[in-house]
């Protein structure tokens, strides 16, 4: 199984989905880790600095 220990590189690359989660492709987990790290993603940008959302973005997924 590949795990990476970020998922972001600075404030310009983030990882979603299957590039950010490895999964199993028969079980469909795949399309689910996508749509919670749009969401997560999504209300880290919405909620505050701009500056850090990809770092906020990283915390919330890696402790998830």
Do not use: C, Q
């Amino acid at each position: 199984m590949v795990k990476i220990n970020r998922l972001n590189y600075g404030e310009k690359i983030g990882f979603l989905g299957d590039a950010a989660h490895a999964v199993i492709p028969s079980t469909g987990e795949g399309i689910n880790s996508a749509l919670e790290d749009v969401a997560v993603l999504t209300a880290m940008l919405l909620a505050g600095d701009r500056a850090t959302w990809l770092a906020r973005y990283n915390a919330a997924r890696i402790a998830a």
